[in-house]
């Protein structure tokens, strides 16, 4: 029996939604199996993800992307960092706002903090969506993974 230890670390007040570490290294693992390619970029680094107030989430949108309101996540990558503990990245996540947006979509709050997550972790690892391709790219990705997990398609 092997003892694994989890990288996915959660922190912060969840607000009402449910997110654990076995769910995300599964989503992680549904990842991998629609994109194999991305393994080595997954599958040993850890990530942070922290749930935060709106003033938390606002602040931080304000200083790394210059907006003055609050947002529902921010991506931050661990970027040309050589040390053997490297992560990732870290997730900031605003519960109130993912709550909200859920209900004003018509989505199941739960779902919708997944598809939040896997988006999140995209950005991580060099996906964007400034262009049309890009995004299409990115969403198609999202699609197929959530349709694995039993997710219906966001878009």
Known sequence: MTNKTSNIFISGNLGGLTLCEPLVEKLISCLIETEPNLKTKLKTKPINISFMSLNEIKR???????????????SFPTEGVEFTDETL??????????????????????SHLIHIILHSILHLIGFQHGDRNSATKMESL??????????????
């Open 60 to 74: 931080l949108n304000f200083k790394f992307a210059n907006k003055d309101k609050p947002t529902n996540v921010l």
């Open 89 to 110: 990245g870290d997730i900031a996540v605003c519960p109130e706002i993912i709550i909200e947006e859920s209900i004003k979509q018509g989505k199941d709050k739960q």
């Open 142 to 155: 999202e699609v197929s993974v959530l349709k694995k997990l039993g997710i219906a398609n966001p878009y």
